[in-house]
Nanobody, 128 residues
Framework: HVQLVESGGGSVQAGGSLRLSCLLSGFTYDMYYMGWFRQAPGKEREGLAAIHSGWRGDGTTTYSDPVKGRFTISQDNANAKNTIYLQMNSLKPEDTATYYC?????????????????WGQGTQVTVS
């Protein structure tokens, strides 16, 4: 079955950096979209970045305005391209949230949570 496992979250001071990882398994397609999302307490889940991944994916990326220029989504080109990363720089307290990766794109806007059918369990990021 499809499984997504995020890691790399933690606590960091404002201005610091973190790199999140998301390992995908059990997905048989050779090209697919994967995205990073976050949800803060009391707020809706929001899309941050997406990448066209997999062996046949072209690596095209897209970002939301709040993270453009600070966050970078990438894929592991060596490990069957089934791991994606989110490099987060210049972190701000408002970046505090649970961060999720997703795949199983079903159509619609790439940064819309409803566009994805498979989700990881999330990893907490706290910026103070």
């Amino acid at each position: 079955h499809v499984q997504l496992v995020e890691s790399g979250g933690g606590s960091v001071q404002a201005g610091g950096s973190l790199r999140l990882s998301c390992l995908l398994s059990g997905f048989t397609y050779d090209m697919y979209y994967m995205g990073w999302f976050r949800q803060a307490p009391g707020k809706e889940r929001e899309g941050l970045a997406a990448i066209h991944s997999g062996w046949r994916g072209d690596g095209t990326t897209t970002y939301s305005d709040p993270v453009k220029g600070r966050f970078t989504i990438s894929q592991d080109n060596a490990n069957a391209k089934n791991t994606i990363y989110l490099q987060m720089n210049s972190l701000k307290p408002e970046d505090t949230a649970t961060y999720y990766c997703a795949t199983g794109y079903v159509g619609g806007a790439l940064l819309r949570p409803q566009s994805y059918s498979y989700w990881g369990q999330g990893t907490q990021v706290t910026v103070s």
